[in-house]
């Protein structure tokens, strides 16, 4: 019987036009669970659940649900923008998402998803 | 300016009756979030906030919310029970709460109360 391993954590820091970002990656079997932060904070929390009855040959698409922190349109944009690929990759697991940026420009976030893969845990 | 740190986070493992546990705790400025795992899932979300407005001399009541998956009355009763110290060691911040437990036994709830301890990022 294999040892059951310890809950795999990865994380990584970098600036990002001058905003100190960090990013967190753990894996769990249900749920790969992110956090994103300019502010050291969980700040909006975001479910991304692939739907298991849509989508095409491309794969499944993604239903977000914020859990916690304020719900705007653009948070789910962010939170499927960064999170989809995560959970295409982890075999269509769900992610959880913590979402706190001072700045969602294009630049950012295709750093941010750049950071997520180099903490790739699943 | 001090430089802003990296995301704290401390886990331990242990085994109690025979069953593998995992305790995952990682401090946020806005919440401590601590992952009990016998299955390796994030399993049940609970989020454990002060209340401001209630409370004695011993301190504030604590108000219970399962953000994913089932809700049962007895999930409200473990989350206050493991997590109102923590939340009272970090100046009553609030705390996100991952439970999937197989054993619920006093014992157990004992034991991993002293594993959190062990893992203070707070």
Redesign the interface.
Known sequence: MDP?P??R?K?T?NTIKGI?T?V?C?E????I?I?L?Q?????T?V?ITPDTKSGDISGPLHTTKV??GKDEPLTHVYAKNVATFVSQEAGNRPV?L?LSLKDNSAETMKTVKDMIKSCKVW
Request: proline share 0%; hydrophobic share 40%.
């Open positions: 059951q310890i809950i954590s994380q820091e100190q960090q967190v753990t769990f079997s249900n749920y669970f956090v932060t502010y050291g904070k969980i700040g929390l479910s859990l916690l959880l913590g």
